[in-house]
């Protein structure tokens, strides 16, 4: 990957000092809603608001234009009127900034005439030597970096949980930003998040690039709706598979109607869909097939283990769910073994009576009488050679068992060699202290078992297609 590009990147996310060109007082318009932004997350190094009108902006000394600002300032975000931009682009080159943000719109997602002015944006970019993300982005975060450079009101999310290690790249920003509130709300923590915008310059290849080295990311997620150089997107693809960093796409426009909709969008070239999922196999891309998908396959992907195989334990509270979970797993072409002999005789020994050692397992209501005995029963299908993951499904295991049930549940998932993917039917306001605990520690719950098998399905795909590769690669070596 081009090293001027990634050198720009690294002043994208990791800023140790940025003007803002456009800022405001009114926090109700882009530029003042940005700059109280950036404040209110802390942001530790300079920050030079730039406005002609003002003196001061939210307690910080105002400069007047570009040109009076210090030179050599890493990145400038540029929230000004489109005509406003190019000279803005002069001034900022005069002064040093090699790198900015552009929030404007009235680009390439506005048709022909919008795509002449970008391409013009872009010609004259090149020429200052200048590289942009945007234009029509709605900007970047680093959490680890106090870095909260974007107008989303997703930046109004209480207690937004920090240092997290999914890294979010995306093609939208309306849905960026949507998605990022859910997140985190949901107390889940990311390390980057960038609205790319139209992609004038810098695109989505380049930042799986950059994230595919980056210390603070573990998991890339992608929301895309095309791409202009496909050499180059395989190539950060397959970066970020040497580099063992999972990404996980969801691919907007998969018939000829979303491609219109992606090309009126954001001006990108939606492609063949059957092309992606091909690329997206051979390159070990996850390609989720529903948009909270992403997320839920990230955060699963932290916390499960090494998954050799397809061959799945299935334990519930219900025989019901034991059910729906099987086919659910059989669907998908996940393996529901029968337990072994030696398995099936450990379980006899402490279960009741009436309970039947099968796989799938129902451990029966009585947990509720003898939590004991569930940790046992998972003691024992953790260590089981012939299974390779366990789906867990708790139904109206409520306070206070349903803590109880939580902490074996961490203490398992923290002891064993097996993945764990857990979901859970009640209400959370009757296991609330439960649910905490869990997301506390980082282990996701599914609220229902169809979602639960997709999300190891994806995964148990992706490691073995992993492990596959890696083989290879050793043998053609």
């Not at 590009?5 to 318009?29: E, W």
């Not at 390609?287 to 916390?303: G, N, R």
């Not at 050679?385 to 139904?395: A, G, H, K, R």
């Amino acid at each position: 990957m081009n090293s001027k590009r990634m050198m720009a990147i690294q002043k994208l996310l990791y800023p140790k000092s940025i003007a803002v060109v456009g800022a405001s007082n009114n926090t109700k318009k882009t530029g003042g809603r940005l700059m109280s932004y950036i404040l209110k997350h802390q942001y530790p190094y300079n920050i030079y608001p730039v406005n002609p009108k003002e003196e001061e902006i939210q307690g910080r000394t105002c400069y007047r234009s570009i040109r009076d600002l210090p030179k050599n300032i890493d990145l400038a975000l540029i929230v000004l009127p489109v005509h406003l931009i190019f000279s803005a682009m002069e001034d900022c080159a005069a002064r040093g900034i090699k790198v900015l943000t552009i929030f404007s719109s009235g680009f390439a997602e506005l048709g022909e005439e919008g795509k002449a002015i970008q391409e013009r944006l872009l010609t004259r970019a090149k020429e200052l030597d200048i590289h942009i993300c945007g234009p029509n982005a709605i900007g970047l975060v680093n959490t680890h970096h106090k870095f909260f450079g974007s107008f989303s009101m997703s930046m109004e999310t209480p207690e937004i949980p920090v240092n997290g290690k999914i890294a979010f790249v995306s093609q939208s920003g309306a849905i960026g930003g949507g998605l990022l509130s859910r997140v985190w709300t949901e107390g889940t923590g990311i390390s980057h998040y960038i609205s790319s915008g139209n992609e004038a310059d810098l695109d989505s290849a380049d930042y799986i690039a950059f994230l595919a080295d980056d210390r603070n990311t573990e998991v890339i997620c992608v929301y895309l709706e095309g791409i202009k150089d496909g050499r180059k997107f395989i190539e950060a693809l397959k970066k970020a598979f040497e580099r063992e960093k999972p990404v996980i796409v969801y691919k907007n426009g998969r018939t000829s109607l979303g491609k219109k909709s992606v090309q009126s969008h954001t001006g990108s070239l939606a492609g063949d869909h059957q092309v992606y999922e091909a690329v997206f196999k051979q390159y070990g891309v996850i390609s989720v097939q529903h948009l909270e998908e992403l997320f839920d396959v990230a955060k699963a992907i932290l916390t499960v283990k090494d998954i050799k195989g397809n061959n799945v334990g299935v334990v519930s509270t219900s025989g019901g769910c034991c059910t729906i979970i099987a086919d659910s797993c059989i669907q998908q072409g996940l393996n529901v073994p029968a337990f072994s002999s030696q398995t099936q005789l450990k379980l006899t020994e402490i279960i009741p009576n009436f309970g039947i050692v099968q796989n799938p397992f129902d451990t029966t209501a009585d947990i509720i009488n003898n939590p004991k005995m569930f940790r046992q029963s998972m003691e024992i299908l953790m260590e089981a050679p012939e299974i390779d993951s366990i789906v867990l499904m708790l139904t109206t295991v409520g306070e206070p068992i349903a803590s109880i049930i939580a902490e074996d549940i961490i203490h398992l998932s923290k002891k064993s060699r097996k993945s764990l993917i857990i979901t859970w039917l009640i209400s959370e306001t009757l296991a609330s202290n439960a649910f905490q605990l869990l997301r506390k520690n980082q282990i996701p719950i599914f609220s229902n078992p169809e979602k639960a098998v997709d999300i190891l399905s994806y995964i148990t795909n992706y490691q073995i297609n992993k492990r596959i590769s890696l083989k290879e690669k050793e043998y053609n070596n």
